[in-house]
């Protein structure tokens, strides 16, 4: 198989984490010196550089949180001066001010080839053609995709995110072999190309997604569709955008790029690490960051990691899908639901649409849980009682996966919204 | 011998059914029939238009959900227990009735009785050999 650095992504395990040792050595005293809120907080604690002798006292160094980037906000955990800060990127912010991150020039050569490691592994060569439908700004996606691209040697079309229409258009004109998008937006495309009856003029072999967490059922449901093989890859922007993991043609979890980040899994309330296999809500530090370098990031997304090797040869550690984030998981009378359940339900039924929305409610003290979707079949219109049966059939397989009753509403294809960027799946309108 | 009937699905929401009808109208398609049942949430508009193909691919082209059944028809007197007689002649032989929706037209004597069951070709030939009239779309 195919790798972008093969000395890199099969080094031995012994071998990588003496490498993950000397950079974390390095990183932790290079943010101590020069970026206060470091030094305030290991000084707070006693905590010297020094002290970090193996990889296991990193466990030792206080976690980096949303809140510390917000307080932070805009460039005060940056180590270098602005004059050594060739590029901004921020977050969303779809509450209050975004989180910045800024890159040195090393920095974003290092996630050019995070990328290109990554699109390799999903199969791409330097002969594919890249459509980039995310946007292209402050939004790490767009960039961040586009300059890997470039490293790896093939063709990008930047088109950025919005108007479906002319995305389908080029994307058929043009003839890109490989599609950069959300699962959300991917599979919008791939919904109005079918329903334009242009499938057969698109030439797509890959479609890599990020940003946004997906599930088997969802590709799947995408390749059925487009016939192309669907990868996702993980990132935020915190530790500097998508590029710390992607997935391999085995599609047995992302690996990571251990180079650049150490990842640990840990049991937040009990601060304690977790071992290979066990979920729980993963860690990233970057090891080789120079603009903003992040200690023990706790990203909120929960996963597991392996350090088997892989099938296809790497031998870099893998984290599973992101199950959910802590910020996404529902407490629905007292029931911990993940909206990606409730996804891999929906999109294992043919006879739906691939678009959904979950809208939790409080009623009279009790908390309700409602999904809405899309009929896909016109099979079922002959009559009620299949529509009828349609729903009772949702409703036993959401019960089965997430052990409550959930509110089924069928709608009408393509009434639900959707979103060109991050997707927002679920609407909650209990006051807490 | 059968009558095509189109069928859509709608959310019980104000302004889906003005959607469907103005569709069609604007592109100067009549309705022969239209019938409407809800449930709380969502409902099946069935209806026959003049031009069925030419229905089918504009609602299909402005994102509906668009089935096609076929329907039979027949065409009985406009006299008390005329349908009766019909239903009873599927009842007999034990031919179920998922629905049934009948008219009248101005200046008929006639009734027309649309129906879907659940076993449609036996129907048709208990029909025929009763020497009941069926219809076709052409007749509609």
Same mark, same amino acid.
């Given at each position: 198989?195919?790798?972008?650095?093969?000395? /890199?992504?099969?080094m031995?395990?012994?071998?990588i984490?003496?490498?993950q040792?000397?950079?974390l050595?390095?990183i932790?005293? %290079?943010?101590y010196?020069?970026?206060?809120m470091?030094r305030?907080?290991?000084? =707070? /604690?006693?905590? #010297?550089?020094?002290?970090?002798?193996?990889?296991?006292?990193?466990?030792?160094?206080?976690y980096?949180t949303?809140d510390d980037?917000?307080?932070?906000y805009?460039?005060?955990?940056? =180590?270098?001066?602005?004059k050594k800060i060739?590029?901004v990127?921020?977050?969303?912010?779809t509450?209050?001010?975004?989180i910045?991150?800024?890159?040195?020039?090393?920095?974003?050569?290092?996630?050019?080839?995070?990328?290109?490691?990554i699109?390799?592994?999903?199969? &791409?060569?330097?002969?594919?053609?890249f459509?980039v439908?995310?946007?292209? @700004?402050?939004?790490?996606?767009?960039?961040?995709l586009? %300059?890997?691209?470039?490293k790896?040697g093939?063709?990008?079309?930047?088109v950025?995110?919005g108007?479906?229409?002319?995305?389908?258009?080029?994307?058929k004109?043009?003839? =890109?072999?490989?599609?950069?998008a959300?699962p959300s %937006?991917?599979?919008? *495309? &791939?919904?109005t190309? #079918?329903?334009a009856g242009?499938?057969q003029?698109?030439?797509?072999? *890959?479609?890599?997604?990020?940003?946004e967490?997906?599930?088997?059922?969802m590709?799947?449901?995408?390749?059925?569709?487009l016939?192309a093989?669907?990868t996702?890859?993980y990132?935020l922007?915190e530790?500097?955008g998508?590029g710390v993991?992607?997935e391999?043609?085995?599609?047995?979890?992302?690996?990571i790029?251990?180079?650049?980040?150490?990842?640990e899994?840990m049991n937040i309330e009990?601060?304690r690490?977790?071992p290979?296999?066990e979920?729980?809500?993963?860690?990233?530090?970057t090891?080789? +960051?120079?603009?903003?370098?992040i200690?023990? %990031?706790r990203? +909120?997304?929960i996963?597991s990691?392996?350090?088997?090797?892989c099938?296809?040869?790497?031998t870099?550690a893998?984290?599973?899908?992101v199950v959910?984030?802590?910020?996404?998981m529902?407490?629905?009378?007292?029931v911990?639901?993940?909206?990606s359940q409730?996804e891999?339900?929906?999109m @294992?039924m043919?006879?739906l649409?691939?678009t959904y929305?979950?809208?939790?409610?409080r009623v009279?003290?009790?908390?309700?849980?409602e999904?809405?979707?899309?009929?896909?079949?016109?099979?079922?219109?002959t009559?009620?009682s299949k529509?009828?049966e349609l729903?009772? #059939?949702?409703?036993?397989k959401?019960?089965?996966v997430v052990?409550?009753?959930?509110k089924?509403?069928?709608?009408?294809?393509?009434?639900?919204?959707?979103?060109e960027g +991050?997707? +927002?799946?679920v609407?909650? *309108?209990? #006051?807490? | 011998?059968?009558?095509?009937?189109l069928?859509?699905?709608m959310?019980?929401?104000?302004?889906?059914l003005?959607k469907?009808?103005?569709?069609?109208g604007?592109?100067?398609?009549d309705?022969?029939?239209l019938?409407?049942?809800?449930?709380?949430?969502f409902?099946? $508009?069935?209806?026959?238009a003049?031009?069925?193909?030419?229905?089918?691919?504009?609602?299909?082209?402005?994102?509906f959900? $668009?089935?096609i059944?076929e329907?039979?028809?027949v065409?009985?007197?406009?006299?008390p227990?005329?349908?009766?007689e019909v239903v009873?002649?599927?009842?007999e032989?034990?031919?179920?009735?998922e629905?049934?929706?009948s008219?009248v037209?101005?200046?008929h004597?006639?009734?027309k009785?649309?129906?879907?069951v659940n076993e449609t070709?036996?129907? $048709?030939?208990?029909?025929?050999?009763?020497g009941?009239k069926?219809l076709?779309?052409?007749?509609?």
């Amino acid at each position: 198989m195919r790798m972008y650095s093969p000395e /890199i992504e099969t080094m031995k395990r012994r071998e990588i984490r003496q490498m993950q040792l000397e950079r974390l050595k390095h990183i932790v005293r %290079y943010a101590y010196e020069n970026v206060p809120m470091y030094r305030e907080r290991f000084d =707070a /604690i006693g905590l #010297k550089p020094e002290h970090i002798r193996t990889l296991k006292d990193i466990e030792n160094i206080p976690y980096t949180t949303k809140d510390d980037l917000r307080d932070n906000y805009p460039f005060r955990l940056l =180590a270098v001066p602005m004059k050594k800060i060739v590029r901004v990127h921020a977050s969303s912010g779809t509450t209050g001010k975004p989180i910045t991150c800024g890159y040195t020039r090393a920095d974003l050569d290092n996630w050019s080839t995070c990328i290109a490691r990554i699109l390799t592994m999903a199969g &791409a060569t330097d002969e594919d053609i890249f459509h980039v439908a995310f946007g292209y @700004g402050l939004f790490t996606g767009g960039f961040g995709l586009h %300059y890997g691209v470039e490293k790896l040697g093939a063709t990008v079309i930047p088109v950025s995110s919005g108007n479906t229409e002319r995305q389908i258009m080029l994307l058929k004109d043009f003839g =890109a072999t490989a599609l950069i998008a959300t699962p959300s %937006y991917a599979m919008y *495309l &791939a919904e109005t190309a #079918k329903k334009a009856g242009v499938l057969q003029d698109l030439k797509l072999r *890959l479609v890599c997604m990020g940003a946004e967490a997906s599930t088997a059922e969802m590709h799947e449901a995408l390749h059925q569709i487009l016939g192309a093989f669907p990868t996702e890859n993980y990132g935020l922007t915190e530790v500097g955008g998508p590029g710390v993991s992607g997935e391999c043609r085995e599609k047995a979890g992302m690996h990571i790029n251990e180079d650049m980040f150490y990842p640990e899994v840990m049991n937040i309330e009990e601060n304690r690490a977790l071992p290979e296999g066990e979920q729980g809500e993963l860690v990233l530090t970057t090891l080789t +960051k120079e603009g903003m370098p992040i200690l023990r %990031y706790r990203t +909120k997304d929960i996963t597991s990691l392996t350090y088997e090797p892989c099938k296809c040869g790497r031998t870099t550690a893998r984290m599973a899908r992101v199950v959910g984030r802590t910020d996404d998981m529902l407490i629905i009378r007292g029931v911990n639901v993940f909206p990606s359940q409730i996804e891999s339900v929906l999109m @294992g039924m043919p006879e739906l649409g691939k678009t959904y929305e979950i809208i939790v409610d409080r009623v009279n003290y009790m908390d309700t849980i409602e999904v809405r979707v899309e009929v896909g079949d016109t099979g079922l219109l002959t009559d009620y009682s299949k529509l009828e049966e349609l729903v009772a #059939k949702i409703r036993h397989k959401l019960r089965v996966v997430v052990q409550l009753d959930v509110k089924v509403k069928l709608v009408e294809p393509f009434s639900i919204k959707r979103a060109e960027g +991050k997707v +927002k799946r679920v609407t909650d *309108l209990r #006051k807490h | 011998m059968l009558v095509k009937q189109l069928s859509v699905f709608m959310e019980n929401r104000p302004g889906r059914l003005y959607k469907l009808t103005h569709a069609l109208g604007k592109e100067g398609i009549d309705f022969v029939t239209l019938s409407i049942a809800d449930t709380k949430d969502f409902g099946i $508009v069935r209806f026959i238009a003049r031009d069925n193909d030419r229905a089918y691919e504009v609602l299909k082209n402005e994102g509906f959900t $668009v089935g096609i059944t076929e329907l039979i028809g027949v065409e009985v007197a406009d006299r008390p227990n005329a349908l009766a007689e019909v239903v009873s002649l599927m009842e007999e032989s034990d031919i179920n009735i998922e629905y049934l929706y009948s008219f009248v037209l101005t200046n008929h004597n006639t009734a027309k009785i649309l129906m879907r069951v659940n076993e449609t070709d036996r129907a $048709v030939s208990l029909l025929q050999n009763k020497g009941i009239k069926l219809l076709s779309e052409k007749i509609l």
